[in-house]
């Protein structure tokens, strides 16, 4: 058996005898080429570790020398030798102790995962780090990837926590002279250290004008790379995540920030440690990653078999694999003083019109509902099960979209939204409103809906709904400006604002609104990222109040379903974030 390598693919090519086939066969990523006659393996950690272990005493396998040299190189590349983090670092300001600790585990990583609970200052500990490596002239500028909404953020940050000289400028790119700008701030030659703010969303497509900026400033600086928010990078087939991935591979320090690092599931964890270092986790592919790690069930689906994962395995195993290079703080760690989660559960029931609508569209897929006049009626009808089950959350809620038939210039079909319920009517706005009664006249509240409908219905029924301490009745926090952002984020802590009503997905992250200890969930999306990341606007450092949670569930319904999902995904979010956290050998 003969053993070369390709360094073009960093793939090691291994010519063999028919009997020999079994060596090969048990290493964890390899497969057959016809064209070279051959089989090939990524020279990735799993493999080289099972190569050395396995093969290196046997006579009749021989190494060439490029092959050997880079199967000991994948095994080294990860050798980290710590260090503290310098003394001498002049702090803007004095970090608390789990920050110090945080400086000091990461100091010596070229590459690392923060998971810091939100609101644990996260920020900080990035800022400080790489404000010492420019000191120490290991980098001249740093690339920030974040969701859009939070850009302006940063600006706040580096203005509060960064010691040193700094440029830095959000990669605006509307027009000819954003981008003339952000070109000049590239090409200018300063001695401040220089930061580039992207939105992660503005990297979709591989020829848009920020990813050529990302690409050139690439090139002419060395920045390191930073992604806050990265479970926006978690899966490893969208073309943000392959883009950022690509023009990213050579930056001398790759850093991800997230408060959650499994949302969904297991898999998760793939996409994040891959963008840092595939050698990581060190088996290859996703796919590869998938069979190792969770537990597959074979499925029939329209006469197609499919493997659906059923839950996690192995995760002890991968939990040390990723430990070194994963720093974490839980919320109870990084805050001690915080005060209490209660959570509350109200339950209502529809009206005899909604559950008529939903047990049409639960069992027949479409049903018929009377327009005001009663000239005619709308027809919805669902084709599959994703938006069946999307609808009958939207009728818990009062309302449903159907297809126009109707499209925008992008190509979107419009939707129409249709009242199943009116406000008035709507047994979970009438809900809220029993909660808001039993409440101190001047308690702020955040509402948070899924669907924007809902947002704008509760709005308009909150209306001059015992706001008589306020200035304003309620926001409707939507699509809103960096400038908006703050603006509302302000008039919130004035305790200007009775009501701020949105869904996560808009104001989910990157406010701050500790003037309020009452949170309502009008409807709940699946995705525990979500429910994690708003509920944690206003239960973060500075909050003096227990924090009370309301959840308005529609009874027998998907409502309930939903939250024993998010109750699953939680469970397992936990277990990952106590393996990491553990002192002792994991069992």
């Given at each position: 058996?003969?053993?070369?390598?390709?360094?073009?693919?960093?793939?090691?090519?291994?010519?063999?005898?028919?009997?020999?086939?079994?060596?090969?066969?048990?290493?964890?990523?390899?497969?057959?080429?016809?064209?070279?006659?051959?089989?090939?393996?990524?020279?990735?950690?799993?493999?080289?570790?099972?190569?050395?272990?396995?093969?290196?005493?046997?006579?009749?396998i021989?190494?060439?020398?490029?092959?050997?040299?880079?199967?000991?190189?994948?095994?080294?590349?990860?050798?980290?030798?710590?260090?503290?983090?310098?003394?001498?670092?002049?702090?803007?300001?004095?970090?608390?102790?789990?920050?110090?600790?945080?400086?000091?585990?990461?100091?010596?990583?070229?590459?690392?995962?923060?998971?810091?609970?939100t609101?644990?200052?996260?920020?900080k500990?990035v800022?400080?780090?790489?404000?010492?490596?420019?000191i120490?002239?290991?980098?001249?500028?740093?690339?920030?990837?974040?969701?859009?909404?939070?850009?302006?953020?940063?600006?706040?940050?580096f203005?509060?926590?960064?010691?040193?000289?700094?440029?830095?400028?959000?990669?605006?790119?509307?027009?000819?002279?954003?981008?003339?700008?952000i070109?000049?701030?590239?090409?200018?030659?300063?001695?401040?250290?220089?930061v580039?703010?992207?939105?992660?969303?503005?990297l979709?497509?591989?020829?848009?004008?920020?990813?050529?900026?990302c690409?050139k400033?690439m090139?002419?600086?060395?920045?390191?790379?930073?992604?806050?928010e990265?479970?926006?990078?978690?899966?490893?087939?969208?073309?943000r995540?392959?883009?950022?991935?690509k023009?990213?591979?050579?930056?001398?320090?790759?850093?991800?920030?997230?408060?959650?690092p499994?949302?969904?599931?297991?898999?998760?964890?793939?996409?994040?440690?891959?963008?840092?270092?595939?050698?990581?986790?060190?088996?290859?592919?996703?796919?590869?990653?998938?069979?190792?790690?969770?537990?597959?069930?074979?499925?029939q689906?329209?006469g197609?078999?499919?493997?659906?994962?059923?839950?996690?395995?192995?995760?002890?195993?991968?939990?040390?694999?990723?430990?070194?290079?994963?720093?974490?703080?839980?919320?109870?760690?990084?805050?001690?003083?915080?005060?209490?989660?209660?959570?509350?559960?109200r339950?209502?029931?529809?009206?005899?019109?909604?559950?008529?609508?939903y047990?049409?569209?639960?069992?027949?897929?479409?049903?018929?509902?009377?327009?005001?006049k009663?000239?005619?009626?709308?027809?919805?009808?669902?084709?599959?099960?994703?938006?069946?089950?999307?609808?009958?959350?939207?009728?818990?809620?009062?309302?449903?979209?159907?297809?126009?038939?109707?499209?925008?210039?992008?190509?979107?079909?419009?939707?129409?939204?249709?009242?199943?319920?009116?406000?008035?009517?709507?047994?979970?706005?009438?809900?809220i409103?029993?909660?808001?009664?039993?409440?101190?006249?001047?308690?702020q509240?955040?509402?948070?809906?899924?669907?924007?409908?809902?947002?704008?219905?509760?709005a308009?029924?909150?209306?001059?709904?015992?706001?008589?301490?306020?200035?304003?009745?309620?926001?409707?926090?939507?699509?809103?400006?960096?400038?908006?952002?703050?603006?509302?984020?302000?008039?919130?802590?004035?305790?200007?604002?009775?009501?701020?009503?949105?869904?996560?997905?808009?104001?989910?992250?990157?406010?701050?609104?500790?003037?309020?200890?009452?949170?309502?969930?009008?409807?709940?999306?699946?995705?525990?990222?979500?429910?994690?990341?708003?509920e944690?606007?206003?239960?973060?450092?500075?909050?003096?109040?227990?924090?009370?949670?309301?959840?308005?569930?529609?009874?027998?319904?998907?409502?309930?379903?939903?939250?024993?999902?998010?109750?699953?995904?939680?469970?397992?979010?936990?277990?990952?974030?106590?393996?990491?956290?553990?002192?002792?050998e994991?069992?």
């Amino acid at each position: 058996m003969e053993v070369n390598y390709n360094k073009k693919n960093n793939t090691l090519i291994i010519e063999l005898k028919i009997y020999e086939t079994d060596y090969v066969r048990k290493l964890p990523n390899r497969k057959y080429s016809s064209r070279l006659k051959a089989w090939t393996a990524p020279c990735i950690r799993f493999n080289a570790k099972h190569i050395k272990d396995n093969w290196y005493n046997l006579e009749f396998i021989r190494f060439s020398i490029e092959a050997k040299n880079a199967i000991e190189q994948t095994l080294d590349i990860l050798k980290i030798i710590k260090k503290d983090f310098p003394n001498s670092y002049p702090y803007k300001m004095k970090p608390r102790d789990y920050q110090k600790k945080g400086l000091d585990f990461i100091y010596s990583l070229t590459i690392c995962a923060l998971y810091m609970a939100t609101g644990s200052g996260k920020s900080k500990t990035v800022i400080d780090k790489l404000a010492c490596h420019y000191i120490e002239g290991k980098i001249d500028s740093i690339l920030m990837v974040c969701p859009c909404s939070i850009r302006q953020v940063w600006i706040t940050q580096f203005k509060e926590h960064c010691p040193i000289g700094y440029d830095i400028i959000i990669a605006e790119l509307k027009t000819a002279k954003n981008l003339r700008e952000i070109n000049e701030f590239i090409d200018a030659k300063t001695n401040t250290l220089k930061v580039i703010v992207v939105g992660i969303e503005s990297l979709q497509l591989e020829k848009s004008k920020a990813m050529l900026v990302c690409k050139k400033y690439m090139e002419e600086c060395e920045p390191a790379v930073v992604v806050d928010e990265a479970h926006d990078i978690k899966n490893p087939t969208a073309s943000r995540s392959k883009n950022l991935f690509k023009i990213t591979r050579n930056a001398p320090y790759r850093i991800v920030m997230t408060g959650t690092p499994v949302s969904q599931g297991i898999l998760d964890l793939y996409g994040l440690f891959n963008f840092l270092d595939p050698n990581i986790i060190g088996i290859g592919d996703f796919w590869s990653f998938k069979n190792r790690y969770s537990i597959l069930e074979e499925m029939q689906i329209s006469g197609r078999s499919i493997k659906k994962v059923v839950g996690p395995k192995n995760v002890n195993e991968l939990m040390e694999i990723i430990k070194p290079f994963t720093y974490q703080v839980t919320k109870s760690e990084a805050a001690a003083e915080l005060p209490d989660k209660i959570r509350l559960c109200r339950y209502v029931n529809m009206t005899k019109e909604q559950q008529k609508i939903y047990n049409d569209i639960r069992i027949e897929r479409v049903t018929e509902i009377d327009k005001a006049k009663k000239e005619q009626s709308y027809t919805v009808a669902i084709n599959n099960v994703l938006a069946a089950y999307t609808a009958l959350q939207q009728i818990c809620g009062g309302f449903v979209s159907r297809k126009t038939g109707v499209y925008k210039n992008n190509g979107d079909e419009i939707r129409e939204t249709i009242e199943v319920v009116k406000g008035k009517n709507n047994p979970k706005i009438l809900e809220i409103k029993r909660v808001i009664d039993e409440l101190d006249d001047s308690e702020q509240i955040i509402i948070w809906c899924k669907f924007r409908s809902e947002a704008f219905c509760l709005a308009q029924e909150l209306k001059g709904y015992r706001t008589d301490k306020f200035k304003y009745d309620s926001v409707v926090y939507l699509d809103k400006t960096a400038e908006q952002r703050i603006s509302i984020e302000e008039q919130m802590n004035n305790k200007e604002i009775r009501y701020f009503i949105s869904t996560p997905n808009s104001g989910g992250t990157g406010l701050t609104m500790n003037t309020c200890a009452y949170v309502i969930y009008f409807s709940n999306s699946q995705r525990l990222l979500f429910r994690e990341q708003s509920e944690d606007r206003c239960h973060r450092i500075g909050q003096q109040r227990n924090v009370t949670y309301i959840d308005i569930i529609m009874q027998n319904t998907v409502d309930e379903k939903i939250i024993d999902s998010l109750k699953n995904k939680k469970d397992l979010s936990e277990y990952v974030k106590t393996c990491l956290g553990s002192k002792i050998e994991l069992l």
